[in-house]
């Protein structure tokens, strides 16, 4: 089992930037790659970006690519989220998601999905004020 745990949420003006964090405790080994998704207000929860754990690929969503940037410190299992250039649209409840390696053929065609993660953090509320 895999705990994930996000941090850095908070209150932006909009053009600001927020650092998201997020630590995974447990059996860390089992984590293929990870990723952010955000949830908005009465919105489906959306993929904002992922990264595979070995390689360092990445993914975008359309709507951040370019102001956002997944990145991974695997020696202290972390997985942040840079997020500049931050709009009203942005403000949502981010979540850190996991794959199990028993899920990453899925991951590699769907992982934009919310059908490949196997573990989901609580979330950190991010608001961008205009």
């Known amino acids: 089992q895999v705990q994930l745990v996000e941090s850095g949420g908070g209150l932006v003006q909009a053009g600001g930037s927020l650092r998201l964090s997020c630590a995974a405790s447990?059996?860390?080994?089992?984590?293929?790659?990870l990723a952010w998704f955000r949830q908005a207000p009465v919105k489906e929860r959306e993929f904002v970006a992922a990264?595979?754990?070995?390689?360092?690929?990445?993914y975008y969503a359309d709507s951040v690519k370019g102001r956002f940037t997944i990145s991974t410190d695997n020696a202290k299992n972390m997985v942040y989220l840079q997020m500049n250039s931050l709009n009203p649209e942005d403000t949502a409840v981010y979540y850190c998601?996991?794959?199990?390696?028993?899920?990453?053929?899925?991951?590699?065609?769907?992982?934009?999905?919310?059908?490949?993660?196997?573990?989901w953090g609580q979330g950190t509320q991010v608001t961008v004020s205009s």
């Open positions: 990264i595979s754990r070995s390689a360092g690929n990445t």
């Open positions: 447990g059996r860390t080994f089992s984590m293929y790659a």
């Open positions: 998601a996991a794959v199990h390696p028993r899920s990453a053929r899925a991951y590699s065609t769907y992982y934009s999905d919310l059908r490949p993660y196997d573990y």
